[in-house]
């Protein structure tokens, strides 16, 4: 959707007063990987068309996966979209979403946390690994963070992409939509979760075999 130019300062303006808002939670305080009363913690791991075993092949599946999570593309713009980063995720960085909720429109304060890039150890398995963490704002409608990842076990060839989301309602002043988030917003939330790892798998699927028509013309 084509924006006019005073809408676009307007989202620059939002976008640049993020630096002058805190976490709405401390990070520190929490162990993401444990439920705590009133946080949800969900896990979601999407198989993507896997690999020979060994380090990510050039232009596969674990790449073009690493792209589509850089540039946060399996988001479904139906629920949540981004409208201004100042760069590819790095530690600090801001970003400003739009999360549409039932006709109603919200821009959500982002702040990059830790960037991962490189080789993990799970279980006895290796796996190469590329992600990035987002941190809640002060006004978004959330308090927590969520973690994105793409990997791919080197052992076997398989890769996948992992969401790990630590989260609770925020304290939500406006009463029709504290109670619109109470009656609708976990349902939303689960949704995005899900749609996200669809999106991941079917956007995947498409470019290799967009790169792989390519070649054979």
Same mark, same amino acid.
């Given at each position: 959707?084509?924006?006019?130019?005073?809408?676009?300062? @307007?989202?620059h303006r939002l976008h640049a007063g993020l630096d002058r808002l +805190?976490?709405?939670?401390? %990070?520190?305080?929490?162990?993401?990987? @444990?439920?705590?009363?009133?946080? &949800?913690?969900?896990?979601? #791991?999407?198989?993507?068309?896997?690999?020979?075993?060994?380090? %990510?092949?050039?232009?596969?599946?674990?790449?073009?996966?690493? @792209?589509?999570? #850089?540039?946060?593309?399996?988001?479904? +713009?139906?629920?949540?979209?981004?409208?201004?980063?100042?760069?590819? %995720?790095?530690?600090?960085?801001?970003? =400003? =979403?739009?999360?549409?909720?039932?006709?109603l429109h919200f821009y959500l304060g982002l702040r990059i946390g830790?960037?991962?890039?490189?080789?993990?150890?799970?279980?006895?398995?290796?796996?190469?690994?590329?992600?990035?963490?987002?941190?809640?704002?002060?006004?978004?409608?959330? @308090?927590?963070?969520?973690?994105?990842?793409?990997?791919?076990?080197?052992?076997?060839?398989?890769?996948?992409? &992992?969401?790990?989301?630590?989260?609770?309602?925020?304290?939500?002043?406006?009463?029709?939509?504290? =109670?619109?988030?109470?009656?609708?917003?976990?349902?939303?939330?689960?949704?995005?979760?899900?749609?996200?790892?669809?999106?991941?798998?079917?956007?995947?699927?498409?470019?290799?075999?967009?790169?792989?028509?390519?070649? &054979?013309?």
């Amino acid at each position: 959707m084509r924006r006019s130019a005073r809408v676009r300062r @307007r989202m620059h303006r939002l976008h640049a007063g993020l630096d002058r808002l +805190p976490l709405n939670f401390d %990070p520190h305080q929490h162990d993401m990987n @444990r439920p705590e009363s009133g946080w &949800h913690v969900d896990d979601y #791991r999407q198989p993507l068309p896997a690999e020979p075993p060994g380090p %990510p092949v050039a232009g596969g599946s674990w790449e073009v996966a690493r @792209r589509l999570v #850089r540039n946060y593309e399996y988001a479904d +713009p139906a629920i949540i979209r981004e409208i201004c980063r100042s760069g590819p %995720p790095e530690p600090g960085r801001n970003m =400003l =979403l739009e999360g549409r909720f039932y006709g109603l429109h919200f821009y959500l304060g982002l702040r990059i946390g830790d960037v991962v890039d490189g080789v993990i150890e799970r279980d006895g398995r290796r796996a190469r690994v590329w992600g990035w963490t987002y941190r809640t704002l002060k006004g978004h409608l959330e @308090r927590g963070q969520m973690n994105q990842e793409v990997r791919k076990w080197l052992d076997t060839g398989e890769v996948e992409f &992992h969401i790990h989301a630590f989260s609770q309602r925020a304290p939500i002043p406006n009463p029709i939509v504290r =109670l619109g988030f109470i009656l609708f917003g976990r349902i939303t939330q689960v949704r995005f979760y899900k749609r996200s790892c669809w999106r991941m798998a079917a956007l995947t699927t498409a470019a290799l075999a967009a790169d792989d028509r390519s070649r &054979h013309r």
